[in-house]
């Protein structure tokens, strides 16, 4: 099965600044999806990426799926309080496999 | 939020003693899952089911076992717990499954001490 990298492992963003987060994997995957945990919560599920190249936005969340359905990407623009927790990637094989990053764990400067 | 319960939702136990960990869905969901997060692994499949009595191991099956006599509740047993399995055990349930893409939706996790 494949294994899904994710970086950076934390990320400490001052309040109003943009980041981004990746997830990579070792073989071409089927879908992507992103979740967010809130600390002291559960993953919760954001969205799901299908094709190749595929961009879609959430308010100040962008996600991107990349042209060989082997990498993606979380953008947050303008970092607010509420942006704290950590996310994660899952990775679906073509095997049905799913398979979770470890998380990049976000904390705002205010 | 799915309609999904966990108890306990905190439990601490000594080493060798067995342990169940129950989840409930109102949802009628076919897929189970339950899943260990442990910091810097992310999270980690023990075992799944598609339905009532069919169930399968995860990547982290070891020591673990499940059940699945209603389509509602989903258990995890171990039989005799270790420290290396003090974690926080999620349980989530799906609509699609694997083949549907398996969006999953998560309970709010059992926090488990082994002493």
């Known amino acids: 099965g494949q294994q899904v990298m994710q970086i950076p492992q934390y990320q400490h963003v001052q309040e109003g600044e943009d980041f981004t987060t990746y997830c990579n994997s070792s073989?071409?995957?089927?879908?992507i999806q992103w979740y967010k945990q809130r600390p002291g919560g559960h993953p919760v599920f954001l969205i799901q990426l299908v094709k190749s190249g595929e961009v879609k936005k959430q308010k100040r969340l962008t996600f991107q799926f990349g042209e060989a359905k082997k990498n993606s990407s979380l953008h947050i623009t303008a970092t607010q309080t509420t942006d704290v927790g950590t996310y994660f990637c899952a990775g679906q094989g073509y095997d049905y496999k799913l398979s979770f990053g470890a998380g990049t764990t976000v904390t705002v400067r205010a | 939020d799915a309609g999904i319960t966990q108890s306990p939702r905190h439990k601490v136990t000594e080493t060798g003693t067995p342990v169940t960990l129950r989840c409930h869905q109102t949802?009628?969901?076919?897929?189970m899952y339950w899943y260990r997060q442990d910091p810097g692994h992310g999270l980690r499949l023990i075992h799944y089911?598609?339905?009532?009595?069919?169930?399968d191991k995860g990547e982290v099956s070891d020591g673990y076992s499940v059940s699945r006599s209603k389509t509602e509740d989903f258990l995890l047993t171990l039989e005799s717990a270790t420290s290396s399995q003090t974690s926080v055990y999620f349980c989530a349930i799906s609509e699609e499954g694997r083949r549907g893409g398996e969006t999953q939706y998560f309970g709010p996790g059992t926090r488990l001490l082994v002493l």
């Open positions: 949802e009628n969901h076919r897929y």
């Open positions: 073989t071409t995957l089927s879908n």
């Open positions: 089911s598609y339905g009532v009595k069919d169930t």
